[in-house]
């Protein structure tokens, strides 16, 4: 056997070790979520563009209570103009670990909204999906 040929074998059978192991890192949620899987502060930010309007993004904090409900003020800035809102607002966990929630603001706007939670809680993956509005706006938060 060549010298190429002793290299590539060995090569193949490091990765075929090392690749299972790699694969178990990342296979980490193994149980099924609820509510109780949002628990504690996160930190938020989200960009789109509010049809009609323009450009968005916000910055916030959010506190989850792990039994429905959550609390938290944002940072926005819509079309050049700075705005904070005061958030107060419920959600529910699917064991899929899907997120439905409604966000109640200081302004007196509603919204609803469609997350993921991801990395066993740590983060979550959120789009806006209120009825009626054209709106693109996703995000991400992590746990604090």
């Known amino acids: 056997m060549s010298l190429k040929n002793r290299f590539v074998m060995t090569a193949v059978a490091l990765v075929t070790?090392?690749?299972p192991i790699g694969a178990k890192d990342h296979d980490k949620h193994t149980g099924a979520c609820?509510?109780?899987?949002?628990?504690?502060?996160?930190?938020?930010?989200a960009t789109g563009t509010v049809i009609g309007v323009g450009s968005f993004a916000a910055v916030g904090r959010f506190t989850f209570d792990g039994k429905?409900?959550?609390?938290?003020?944002?940072?926005?800035?819509l079309n050049g103009n700075n705005n904070q809102l005061t958030l107060t607002g419920t959600y529910s966990v699917s064991a899929d670990c899907t997120v439905s929630d409604t966000w109640n603001a200081s302004n007196g706007s509603v919204s609803t909204h469609e997350?993921?939670?991801?990395?066993?809680g740590e983060e979550y993956f959120i789009l806006n999906n209120t009825s009626g509005d054209?709106?693109?706006?996703?995000?991400?938060?992590?746990?604090?």
Do not use: M, P, W
């Not at 429905?68 to 926005?76: M, T, W």
């Not at 054209?134 to 604090?144: D, F, H, M, T, W």
């Open 68 to 77: 429905g409900n959550r609390a938290g003020k944002l940072s926005v800035r």
């Open 17 to 19: 070790l090392v690749l």
């Open 115 to 120: 997350s993921v939670i991801v990395d066993e």
């Open 134 to 144: 054209a709106s693109v706006i996703s995000g991400k938060a992590k746990k604090q």
């Open 34 to 45: 609820s509510n109780a899987t949002l628990n504690g502060s996160y930190g938020l930010h």
